[in-house]
C-alpha cells in the first residue's frame, strides 16, 4: 500500500471492505500455538500471476508445525490451497497487474501479491500440544517493504533466539521480540534490527525478519550458517543458489560482528517481503561501519536485478523457482 497514491489507496480500501470480514477471533493466543508463512505471486507481461517456490514455504510450514507438535499441513495440500485462493481472487479482480509495476533506478518496482497462511491452536486452557490446529490463508496486494527515510542498521540488544529453542520455527512468538527490536532501532532512526546470538553477544544471527549477507572485501559472500537460532529462509537459499551459479564464492558460518565491520564492502538482508535490500551501514556499540559508500553495492544490485527479473519473467527462470496458479 505504500506506494499507492490516494486515489488507488481508496479503490483498495473500498474492494477491501467489501469482502466479508474472517472470523480469526482465537481463544488460545494465549499460548502462543501458532505458526505462519509469507510468500509471494508476482503479476507477469502475459496477465498471468506466478508464485515464487510455494513448494518450499509448503515444507518449511509443516516442519514449523512439526516443530510445536502440531499435526502438519500436507504441502501439497498447501500448495494446492494458495493457488486456488491466488486463481480466485485474481479472476475477481482484486490483484496488481503487471501494468502495475514500475522502473525505479533501473530496477523494476511495484506491486506483488503477498500470501500469508497461517496455523493456530483450536481453543483450551493449559499448556496441551493442539490436535486439531485451524489453517487460514489470506492475501494481499503489497508494495515495497521497505520504505523507509535509509536502509541503516544497528545490532539489537535483545536476545531473539536461544540454542535449544525456537528461532528456526517461523512461529508466532519469536515475532514479539523481532517486533520490539524493530520498532526500537526505527525509533533511534535506524531502518533495521540486526540480531546477534545469545551466548556470546558476538555473532550475527538475522534481522527482524530477515536473513543477513556479508560481501567481504575479499570477495567472499558469507551468512551465518542454519541452526537452532536461525529462520531458514527460501530468499537466503535461493541467493546462496544464485551468488554460486554467478561463480561467487559463498560460505555459511559464525561471522563475528567485528569481522562486518571491519571487512565488509557490502551488506544485505533477504525475505519474501523484503526481497533483496541493501544496508548502508551498521552501527554497533556507537560505531558505524559504512559499506560501499552508503549506496547499494554492485553484487547486492546484480543479485536484485536477476532475483527480481526472474520473479516479474523478464530473466529466465533457469533454476525453475517460478509456479502457474492454473
Ligand atoms: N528471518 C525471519 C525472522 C523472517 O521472519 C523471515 C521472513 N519469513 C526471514 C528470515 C526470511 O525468510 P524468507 O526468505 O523465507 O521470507
Redesign the pocket.
Known sequence: EATLSEQEREALLERRNSFPQLPLVNFSTQYALSVFE?LKAFPQKDGSLRLFRPE??AE?FKRSMEGILMPPFPPELFVNAVKTLVRQNKNLGYYPRYSDTWEKDGFLSGHSVYIRPFSYSEPGIGLNQSEHPWVVIVSTPVGAYFEGPNNKAITSDMI?ATENGTGWI?CAS??VI?TLAKKKANSQGYMEAIFLDAKERKYLE??????IFVYLKDGTLVTPALGDT???????KSIIELAQSMGIKTEERKIAIEEVMDSAKEVFV????AGIAHIESVTHKGRTAVFADGKMGELTRELLLTLKGIQYGSHEDKFGWMTDIE
Request: aromatic residues 4%; charged residues 20%.
Open positions: 509469507g518450499q514455504n518449511r531473539r517461523k519469536n515475532y523481532s538475522e534481522g527482524s525478519s530477515c536473513n536461525i529462520l531458514p529462509g527460501i530468499t537466503r533477504t525475505g519474501t517481503a
